[in-house]
């Protein structure tokens, strides 16, 4: 599964999951794009850790809700690559609460980045990929977008959002050649979820398979579907999970 030299984008990837995706391509000697929008001592950090095996990666600050931001965010990877491989989605927030204490903000704050953020990057990358007809677009759900998630109304909306906006977006995009899929990972610990024992005990309950592998699978699974190895598969929603019930 070859991804060298690919030009990667992930956004929010100076912690959790998209860390791991950085650090994954870029030892697979991708050309790699670190996005962040407030932790920049993480993502300096993580940069300067790449830079040690691949010079090939540049970290850049971007608000993936402000369509400025992201227009940056893709001028700033042409100016240094030249062109954009894929995009992977990743950028995301959970704010839980029952829905009768949830307040608007916290609705609203889930919405822009985990759904207008990925319907924001998805239209200013596009253009280039339409440009160079081919490309490919990744977008991290949820199983929660699939099975909804109690006192989560606003994360699995988002989610479910995401899996239609995938679903509508590869039906308009396959005419150039691009490719538009997603991925609803297993229970992954990741900053968002790291002090959430409860749910940690239930996804582990639900499990037919032990999940210590959950962020490995996620990983390889990942890179499979950015390298060559794989062309002709676009508007799937890829499950990685063994949960039952």
């Not at 995301?92 to 609203?108: L, Q, T």
Request: glycine share 6%; charged share 25%.
């Amino acid at each position: 599964m070859d991804i060298s030299d690919k030009v990667i984008v992930v956004t929010g990837s100076s912690r959790g999951i998209g860390k791991s995706l950085v650090e994954a391509f870029a030892h697979e000697n991708a050309k790699v794009v670190i996005n962040y929008c407030h932790s920049e001592k993480a993502a300096n950090e993580l940069h300067h850790q790449i830079r040690q095996y691949n010079e090939n990666c540049i970290v850049v600050k971007a608000d993936v809700t402000k369509r400025e931001d992201v227009v940056r965010l893709y001028q700033e990877t042409y100016e240094r690559f030249g062109r954009v491989d894929a995009l992977i989605n990743n950028a995301g927030v959970c704010e839980d609460h029952a829905i009768r204490d949830m307040e608007e903000d916290s609705w609203k704050r889930v919405m822009d980045v985990n759904l207008t953020g990925a319907y924001l990057c998805s239209r200013v990358f596009a253009e280039a990929m339409i440009r160079q007809k081919e490309g490919t677009i990744v977008n991290i759900a949820s199983i929660k977008g699939l099975e909804g998630c109690a006192n989560q109304v606003n994360y699995s909306a988002s989610k479910a959002g995401l899996i239609g906006f995938t679903k509508a977006l590869a039906k308009e995009l396959g005419q150039f050649n691009i490719a538009v899929n997603a991925i609803c990972p297993g229970f992954i610990v990741t900053d968002l979820n790291c002090r959430n024992e409860e749910k940690k005990r239930i996804a582990e309950k639900r499990c037919l398979l032990q999940n210590e592998h959950a962020r490995t699978d996620f990983i390889h699974f990942c890179i499979f579907l950015l390298s060559n190895r794989i062309q002709g598969v676009s508007g799937r929603i890829f499950t990685l999970d063994s949960r039952i019930g």
